[in-house]
Structures are given as structure tokens and as C-alpha cells.
């Protein structure tokens, strides 16, 4: 049974750091690309970050550039994704993903075999 379990996240004020953690379980984890992405109130589930399979390539949407790192332990099975300086706008439930068939994770949710069941984060201003 595969599983892919967030943690990390919680209620910050804006400007701190923050690192979200997915383990997973019950998969080859080097076997599949690693996504994150993330779904804020009253709007439609968006891609944030991805890495390939040995963690030598990353990409990450235009909005979070700068700011989101998405790293991943192989010998830990776990993704990880640091947000720095923290903005409301980034309150949303995050969720990881894994995804067989892309190089660094699709873009689209469709691309994923498995997901998470998410981390709320909730940023005060």
C-alpha cells in the first residue's frame, strides 16, 4: 500500500521559514519524480515545485521562484519543500505527489500515480 504522508505545516506569521516534509511508503521512491503543489481556498489545485528522481533537477512555478526549495533524501523517502518569507498568499493545503513517468514532475495533477492527503498552512499577516 503505498502512502505519502505531509507534515510540517501550521499557522506561521508572515516572513518566517517554513519546511514541509512527505514520506513515502509501500513504492520504489527513486523510481518516481516528486511533486508538490498546493490548493488555497475557493481555487483550483496548482503545481509549485518538482525534482527528479536523483534530486539533480528541480523546476517550480513562476510565482514561487526564489522564494520555495524542493529537496528530497532518498535514503529517508522523503521530499521536502522550504518556503522562505512566508506570504499570506501562500496559505493553502499542500500536498506531495509522485509521479512515474515524467523527468521532474508534470505540471498537471493528472500526471501523478499518488498523493498525499495534504498539510493546511496558514499565514497571518
Known amino acids: 500500500q503505498v502512502q505519502l504522508v505531509e507534515s510540517g505545516g501550521g499557522l506561521v506569521q508572515a516572513g518566517d521559514s517554513l519546511r514541509l516534509s512527505c514520506v513515502a511508503s509501500g513504492l520504489t521512491f527513486t523510481s518516481y519524480a516528486m511533486g508538490w503543489f498546493r490548493q488555497a481556498p475557493g481555487k483550483e489545485r496548482e503545481f509549485v515545485a518538482g525534482i527528479s528522481r536523483r534530486g539533480s533537477n528541480t523546476k517550480y512555478t513562476d510565482s514561487v521562484k526564489g522564494r520555495f526549495t524542493i529537496s528530497r533524501d532518498n535514503a529517508k523517502n522523503t521530499v521536502y519543500l522550504e518556503i522562505d518569507t512566508v506570504k499570506p498568499e501562500d496559505t493553502a493545503v499542500y500536498y506531495c505527489?509522485?509521479?512515474?513517468?515524467?523527468?521532474?514532475?508534470?505540471?498537471?495533477?493528472?500526471?501523478?500515480?499518488?498523493w498525499g492527503q495534504g498539510t493546511q498552512v496558514t499565514v497571518s499577516s
Open positions: 505527489a509522485a509521479d512515474r513517468r515524467t523527468f521532474v514532475g508534470g505540471i498537471t495533477a493528472t500526471s501523478y500515480d499518488y
